[in-house]
């Protein structure tokens, strides 16, 4: 499948949200649903779990890297991360949906990118004990992350303006439902279950190198230090943002002049969307909200 290219081609206009089994979804995520619930996951598969923006292609990229980097560097060269890491529940028409990607892919393990909300994840991938990473990040700043992703990708339902964006976050009207019983849903998950690591956004921003390493020991690979630096260096924001098979450039449904997708890789920026109001009512939100859990997050490093 040699899908480098579909800069020429067009969805049409901005899915609606609608109830999914109680999450807030769009068609792109449900329409091949039947195929996404019976999905034969293997043993060696490597799911890759996040709430949207959350810093999935990152840590797509590590593992990529880590798996194929030495021994299929013209794959990740050739071939843009979407196509090398199907999003499992996808089926946006303009490329082959997740579950077919998956099920065609040159490489073994097949690492694979989902979204759902744990209690969605087909049962085949528990059955079979694949390894889950879950990745994590703050609320403010996914918020404000996902705020601009919905801006300039036509794919996702129309964000309105920030505090319109801001409280429909609030309330878990987005793609994917809310934030907070996503990354609490997993959490509790990964309390009982060995094969899944939980990791931070932040705890990547602030030493990389270490959070590659912590891969490694969960995936039970072993690199040197050189390889280990290698990717790191490799994998970090700007060389991500310059490289077209991570940063998104050639998919049609992106408008880089709205926003780009590799926008700030930052912790923090929500300061500069927030204001006082704002993050007043947030942090009450989020005590609510959060009161059940014992996940915690830093939202400045
Ligand atoms: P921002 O919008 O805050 O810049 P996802 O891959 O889950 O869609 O997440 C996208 C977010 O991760 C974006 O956040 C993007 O810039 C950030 N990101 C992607 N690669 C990154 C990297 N190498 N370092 C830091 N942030 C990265």
Redesign the pocket.
């Known amino acids: 499948m040699e899908i480098t290219d579909l800069s020429s081609m067009k969805l049409p206009s901005r899915p609606e949200l609608f109830d999914f089994e109680g999450v807030s979804m769009i068609h792109y995520f449900t329409d091949n649903w039947e195929k996404v619930k019976n999905f034969q996951a293997r043993p060696d598969d490597i799911l890759i779990a996040?709430?949207?923006?959350?810093?999935?292609?990152?840590?797509?990229?590590i593992l990529d890297l880590l798996y194929f980097g030495k021994d299929a560097p013209e794959l990740l060269t050739s071939q843009p991360i979407y196509m090398r890491v199907p999003f499992l529940e996808s089926c946006f028409q303009v490329i082959p949906s997740g579950t077919e990607l998956a099920d065609n892919l040159p490489t073994s393990p097949r690492l694979i990118k989902t979204h759902l909300p744990v209690q969605l994840v087909p049962k085949s991938f528990w059955e079979q004990n694949s390894r889950i990473v879950y990745?994590a990040?703050n609320a403010k700043?996914n918020a404000?992350?996902y705020f601009?992703?919905d801006r300039m990708n036509m794919g996702e339902p129309e964000p309105g303006d920030w505090n319109t964006f801001l409280q429909k976050f609030m309330e878990g009207k987005n793609v994917f439902g809310p934030w907070f019983n996503h990354v609490s849903g997993w959490w509790e998950k990964k309390q009982t279950c060995s094969k899944l690591l939980y990791l931070f956004?932040e705890d990547?921003?602030e030493d990389?190198g270490r959070e590659v390493e912590r891969l490694c020991s969960f995936l039970g690979l072993s690199t040197s230090v050189e390889e280990r630096e290698k990717i790191t260096k490799g994998?970090?924001?700007d060389?991500?943002?310059q490289n077209k098979m991570?940063n998104y450039s050639t998919l049609p449904v992106m408008d880089f002049k709205i926003?780009?997708?590799?926008?700030?890789?930052?912790v923090g920026?929500w300061k500069n969307h927030f204001t006082v109001a704002q993050n007043e009512q947030f942090n009450e939100v989020y005590k609510q909200k959060m009161k059940n859990t014992t996940v915690k997050f830093r939202t400045e490093i």
């Not at 709430?51 to 797509?60: I, L, N």
């Not at 926003?259 to 930052?266: A, E, I, V, Y």
């Open positions: 996040t709430y949207p923006k959350a810093g999935t292609t990152w840590v797509s990229y990745v990040r700043d404000v992350s601009h992703f956004y990547l921003v990389t994998v970090q924001f060389a991500m943002k991570t926003s780009p997708f590799m926008r700030k890789g930052k920026d």
